[in-house]
């Protein structure tokens, strides 16, 4: 499939096009061109492909068009097992893509050897040297330090969480942007089952859908996030954000909010029809934090949720126990966990509101210890 690119500030596009071992590169614009390159054959013509997308967003020009995404041969019932992590699935799956020659089905089963011996390991070092572009497509071709950004974690063979963690670099760095890196890697042929994101800020409210991200259920933004980032992600179960969450979303049933800095903000707009769990992470908890935390429970009318869970490094204040005590939203819990648990005498006063409530009691669940920070 061709790939279009732009460069910005400009109205100069490149369409990009591979053709079994030969890539098409048209100039489109004022003074049109193309230019037509052999090569020995189909792995190499994608090597290059991929190389010269990677070139032409690191010198700042923007794809017009999506990656192109790898095809599947396997039923939709065999991948969905693979999805839910079924390692017999997974088995069937690794063995289809050999049969087929796909090299994602060889490198699969060998990641997801638990104790790896040195063959395994020279193996697979080898498979990422000769077929990088069939694994790791766009991405693998980027440079280093476009790459250093972004850490992979594996379930049974196969990319299950991609971390995003921004890190300082040179002056004379790469200039690929985050956005450009995470699109391509989550069109990578080993990211076709990832289900769980963990971005920077500066990635909470930019789109990056593609046909991978229809089965993420778990995002984590450093920031808040809104409708428009959301609707990436259709599969979506638990979402964990700093502090406010501007969302319509049929599918989530957890949300974490962390209250994060000295004037920390928490709320919740839209609408969760299927929210069913709601936890609050104080990151700092001073009496800032409390009083943001006490203001919020009292004003609370929030969807019916079965369970809410507030962790910190210290024990709640006595208004913020007050606040809870008196909620509505007691009423509907099933469960009220606190991390860690109150001091005896809020802990007696917490119990008989709770017990006062038209509705059966929520079951309290404390901890001793601090919870997360």
Request: charged share 25%; proline share 7%; aromatic share 6%.
């Amino acid at each position: 499939m061709p790939v279009r690119l732009a460069q910005i500030g400009t109205v100069f596009e490149v369409e990009l096009d591979r053709q079994g071992s030969e890539l098409v590169e048209r100039r489109l614009g004022p003074a049109p061109s193309e230019d037509r390159k052999q090569f020995v054959d189909d792995e190499a013509a994608l090597a290059a492909y991929h190389a010269r997308i990677a070139e032409l967003l690191e010198s700042r020009w923007t794809r017009r068009t999506p990656c192109e995404t790898v095809g599947d041969v396997a039923t939709r019932e065999l991948l969905d097992a693979v999805t839910a992590g079924d390692r017999d699935a997974i088995e069937v799956y690794n063995d289809l893509l050999i049969e087929r020659g796909d090299v994602c089905g060889e490198y699969a089963s060998l990641r997801a050897i638990d104790a790896p011996d040195a063959r395994v390991r020279d193996r697979l070092a080898e498979l990422e040297q000769l077929h990088r572009p069939r694994l790791y497509g766009v991405f693998g071709a980027l440079p280093d330090a476009a790459r250093a950004h972004f850490e992979l974690v594996w379930r049974h063979g196969w990319i299950y969480e991609v971390i995003v963690r921004w890190r300082t670099q040179p002056r004379d760095a790469p200039t690929v942007t985050l956005h450009d890196a995470l699109y391509a890697l989550l069109h990578a042929p080993m990211a076709r089952f990832v289900q769980s994101l963990d971005l920077e800020r500066e990635l909470a409210n930019t789109s990056v859908r593609c046909p991978h991200t229809d089965q993420i259920t778990t995002l984590r933004i450093s920031g808040p996030a809104t409708l428009e980032a959301l609707a990436a992600y259709p599969a979506l179960r638990e979402l964990e954000i700093v502090g406010h969450a501007d969302v319509d979303h049929p599918t989530i049933e957890t949300v974490i909010l962390r209250m994060v800095g000295r004037q920390p903000r928490i709320s919740i707009t839209g609408q969760l029809p299927n929210l069913r769990r709601l936890v609050i992470v104080l990151t700092d908890p001073d009496r800032h934090a409390f009083a943001a935390l006490r203001d919020w429970v009292r004003s609370l009318r929030p969807p019916r949720v079965d369970e809410l869970a507030i962790w910190g490094r210290r024990r709640l204040s006595a208004a913020v126990i007050e606040a809870l005590a008196a909620s509505p939203l007691v009423d509907t819990l099933r469960i009220l966990e606190l991390a860690p648990a109150p001091a005896p005498a809020q802990l007696d006063a917490l119990a008989l509101a709770l017990a006062d409530h038209d509705e059966a009691a929520p079951v309290l669940l404390l901890h001793p210890m601090p919870a997360r920070p």
